[in-house]
């Protein structure tokens, strides 16, 4: 248990479904983190939110829509993915946004598009 | 550009030591990470380095020289359970957290 939580576990969407990926921590942090991890592939970050406020967003195509209503939950929307958006999204938080502190992963939803 | 450099897959034999190695070429430096990913489970903190030397912790151990750009993580006594991905990962000047592709551990008997 890392107090991190995603759902759900797997996904499998058609190009043309909306959905959207949750994640919540209860550890209290105030940073929360969407990555990408395709196989052999480093980790790609996507989003950052700091105390609720988007800090990052990596070139990230806007058939990904991130939401943070408060500091313990993110969420990801989804609609027309394509084959190539199949791929494991972890979401991780940390105590802030400062650089020396770890990140804390949720296992991740594995998101298949057909 | 910026790069990760480690090893995509080692094999080691329970109860032996294993130094995974990582190097980088970042714009700046502000720390290391070095994580554990077992498969299909979340990246789970191991170490983090930001000053040259040794950083021991159990079985395991972190080293980071930032003049050659070059960290190890060192696994000792290995068991079983230890059979999982190793992700490291630096902190460049701006602030970004740059992964490398991680290394596959693979521990047999």
């Known amino acids: 248990e890392t107090g991190v939580t995603q759902t759900p576990r797997h996904l499998v969407m058609g190009m043309t479904n909306k959905k959207s990926l949750k994640c919540e921590q209860h550890l209290g942090h105030n940073a929360m983190y969407w990555y990408k991890q395709s196989a052999k592939k480093p980790l790609e970050l996507m989003f950052v939110y700091n105390f609720k406020e988007q800090t990052e967003n990596n070139s990230v195509p806007s058939r990904f829509s991130p939401e943070c209503p408060n500091s313990s939950h993110l969420f990801l929307h989804l609609h027309t993915l394509q084959p190539e958006d199949s791929a494991l999204y972890l979401c991780?938080?940390?105590?802030?946004?400062?650089?020396?502190?770890?990140?804390?992963f949720g296992d991740g939803t594995r998101l298949s598009i057909l | 550009g910026q790069n990760i450099d480690q090893p995509t897959e080692m094999t080691a034999t329970e109860g032996a030591i294993v130094q995974i190695n990582c190097t980088y070429q970042t714009s700046g430096f502000n720390g290391l990470f070095w994580y554990q990913q077992h498969a299909g489970e979340a990246p789970t903190f191991l170490s983090y380095?930001?000053l040259d030397g040794l950083e021991e912790k159990g079985r395991f151990s972190s080293f980071l020289s930032r003049s050659k750009g070059y960290s190890y993580l060192l696994l000792k006594e290995l068991q079983m359970k230890d059979s999982a991905s190793y992700l490291c990962?630096?902190?460049?000047?701006?602030?970004?957290?740059?992964w490398g592709a991680g290394t596959k551990l693979i521990i047999k008997p």
């Open positions: 991780a938080s940390s105590q802030d946004a400062e650089v020396h502190q770890p990140q804390h």
């Open positions: 990962a630096v902190t460049d000047s701006n602030y970004q957290l740059i």
């Open positions: 380095n930001v």
